[in-house]
């Protein structure tokens, strides 16, 4: 089974320049997340789409991120303009399906593609 | 305060040794406990999930959960440097709904296991 696919890996951009970031999820998985990892922090969570519907976009700070997941399977993610603090690595993960009961969280496990390393100097 | 609290570390650890990392929370809605193993430049990987308190074992990986003192500890036994990467818990709250459930992360704490 593929895993899921981020590209670019590496992105080195100026301050106030624009950058997109594309994730291709694992074929079947309805859900959909980004997250921003700060070196040394844990990854925080950005936005979440079930199927191409955002489920929560609460901490996504939409002044210069955006994202979209259109026709329910690709992802983009676009920041502009960028920031020195956006210096980060961008991770896309995927879920499969929803299940139900109490163990569903635990079946709903988020794989994670290898992120894609931006640098904003 | 932080939901979610682990050292950062750095772990250095001989091969061999018998590792112990720990994670604290706050919040009593967290009921889904994961540990995800990150090697450098890399998408962390699931590596145990539990959903109750007690002891959950694979191989030489050993989860705990105490949810009476919120306290979850992964041992590893026997450690081999390919253990080396950051190891970071994670958490779900209370399931309000399929296709919803997020995980709140520690910092991860990072290990090395020296030959």
């Known amino acids: 089974e593929a895993g899921v696919a981020q590209s670019p890996r590496y992105k080195i951009i100026e301050k106030r320049q624009s950058v997109a970031f594309w994730c291709n999820p694992i074929?079947?998985?309805?859900?959909l997340y980004w997250y921003q990892q700060i070196l040394g922090q844990g990854p925080k969570l950005l936005i979440q789409?079930?199927?191409?519907?955002?489920?929560?976009d609460s901490q996504l700070p939409k002044d210069r991120f955006s994202a979209e997941r259109l026709k329910g399977v690709d992802s983009t993610l676009k920041i502009q303009p960028a920031k020195l603090e956006d210096s980060a690595v961008y991770l896309c993960?995927?879920?499969?399906?929803?299940?139900?009961?109490?163990?569903?969280?635990?079946?709903?496990?988020?794989?994670f593609g290898p992120g894609t390393r931006l640098l904003v100097l | 305060q932080k939901e979610v609290e682990q050292d950062p570390g750095p772990l250095s650890v001989p091969e061999g040794a018998i590792v112990s990392l720990n994670c604290t929370y706050s919040?009593?809605?967290?009921?889904?406990f994961m540990w995800y193993r990150q090697y450098s430049r890399k998408g962390p990987e699931l590596l145990m999930y539990t959903y109750s308190s007690g002891n959950k074992e694979d191989g030489r990986f050993t989860a705990q959960v105490d949810k009476s003192s919120k306290y979850i500890s992964l041992f590893i036994r026997d450690s081999q440097p390919s253990d080396s990467a950051t190891y970071l818990c994670?958490?779900?709250?209370?399931?309000?709904?399929?296709?919803?459930?997020?995980?709140?992360f520690g910092k991860g704490t990072k290990l090395s296991v020296i030959p």
């Open positions: 074929s079947g998985h309805a859900t």
């Open positions: 789409f079930q199927n191409n519907g955002v489920v929560d």
């Open positions: 919040n009593s809605a967290f009921q889904y």
């Open positions: 993960a995927s879920s499969p399906p929803g299940t139900s009961g109490p163990q569903a969280p635990l079946k709903e496990t988020q794989y």
């Open positions: 994670a958490m779900i709250r209370t399931a309000t709904g399929a296709g919803s459930y997020q995980l709140t």
